[in-house]
């Protein structure tokens, strides 16, 4: 038993029925009202584990939302390009039967009879339609087959956030999501934004939200968005922005938003509040137009309640839960006079312990 223990039983046994039980009542209500302040939102570290395992899974279940998306789309519509090896056969017409040609640096390809013909960013119904027009110049109503014999060989570099970033060599028409499904899908920090940067005469980058393009629904987007790639373009799958996490809870830090996540997500990923917090005082600080930052005030009980929805979080907010001036005084209280106190069941009150027991 601690010095102030000692004393402040001692004091007690000193008083009289009146003064002693004028300080078990102001002990009595210290103790409710520390119990009526606290908050289901604090609780041990382990909320901060869980929050992490459900962030890992929401990660796991868009690779595979992906890595879905990727094969379902089958196979694309091909356009022709330098080193494609094609096969052109003229219907009921022996010696232009197995023609072979394969497209220059320029899209351009030489066959008997026609000479030098574009088809270079053309599909194959395309191309088939273009030699029809061609070969009607000497051949009565002709009758095209058309097939790719040796698709080209070209490669992609695919950076970032990925878990196998490399440079990728592909034959035929492969899209964005094929490459990213051959990388092994997005890393842990990855954000849902991808640049994709084409490099050619004309060079132009462009920016694919990944939500809308691993989506089946047709009114958000879906499969439209998967870009067939080019020679020598480049994927880059950038790290996702963070928020901040500061105050009155157990794990401070930054946390990113590789998934969107919510103001109590976010507080929960941090552990959850330590026992002094404030929670219908939280604070958000945001930037806003010119780069200045604005506060947001934010109950968490009336989130619990259903009153307020539980707000997003954007990139490089700043979340601060302040602390209760009377659970601070209390739990100060009670620590000078030795009084330990510690959480009942339920979270959301305190039982008062004197002495050692």
Not at 46 to 56: I, L, N, P, T, W
Not at 66 to 82: D, H, I, M, N, T
Not at 107 to 113: A, K
Not at 192 to 209: F, N, P, W
Request: glycine fraction near 12%; include cysteine.
């Amino acid at each position: 038993m601690t010095f102030s223990q000692n004393f402040c039983l001692g004091c007690i046994s000193r008083m009289g029925g009146m003064k002693k039980g004028w300080l078990l009542c102001v002990l009595f209500f210290l103790s409710v009202t520390l119990g009526a302040c606290s908050t289901p939102y604090s609780s041990s570290g382990r909320v901060g584990e869980v929050a992490q395992k459900a962030q890992e899974s929401k990660r796991e279940a868009f690779n595979q939302m992906l890595f879905k998306a990727a094969a379902s789309v089958g196979e694309v519509e091909y356009r022709l390009g330098p080193g494609d090896v094609i096969q052109v056969s003229v219907f009921g017409i022996r010696e232009l039967g197995n023609l072979e040609g394969e497209l220059d640096t320029l899209g351009r390809v030489s066959l008997p009879l026609v000479g030098e013909v574009e088809l270079g960013g053309l599909t194959l119904s395309e191309a088939q339609e273009v030699l029809t027009k061609a070969f009607g110049k000497y051949v009565l109503q002709p009758r095209i087959n058309l097939a790719v014999k040796e698709y080209r060989s070209y490669r992609v570099s695919v950076l970032g956030e990925v878990n196998k970033p490399d440079v990728y060599a592909l034959r035929g028409g492969r899209t964005l999501l094929d490459v990213l499904a051959m990388a092994g899908g997005l890393s842990g920090d990855a954000s849902h934004t991808v640049t994709l940067v084409r490099l050619g005469k004309e060079r132009k980058s462009m920016i694919i939200d990944l939500d809308s393009l691993v989506s089946m629904d047709a009114s958000k987007g879906g499969v439209k968005y998967n870009i067939v790639l080019e020679p020598g373009d480049v994927v880059y799958v950038p790290k996702a922005g963070s928020v901040f996490v500061d105050g009155y809870v157990r794990r401070p830090g930054s946390f990113p938003l590789s998934t969107p996540i919510t103001l109590t997500q976010a507080i929960a990923l941090a552990g959850g509040m330590l026992d002094e917090a404030a929670p219908d005082k939280v604070a958000i600080y945001r930037v806003g137009e010119k780069g200045r930052r604005f506060m947001v005030k934010v109950d968490l009980d009336k989130i619990r309640r259903g009153e307020m929805v539980d707000p997003p979080l954007k990139d490089n907010d700043v979340v601060v839960v302040p602390s209760s001036g009377v659970k601070v005084f209390v739990s100060r209280f009670l620590g000078f006079f030795g009084f330990g106190f510690s959480r009942a069941s339920g979270g959301a009150s305190y039982g008062v312990n004197v002495g050692n027991k």
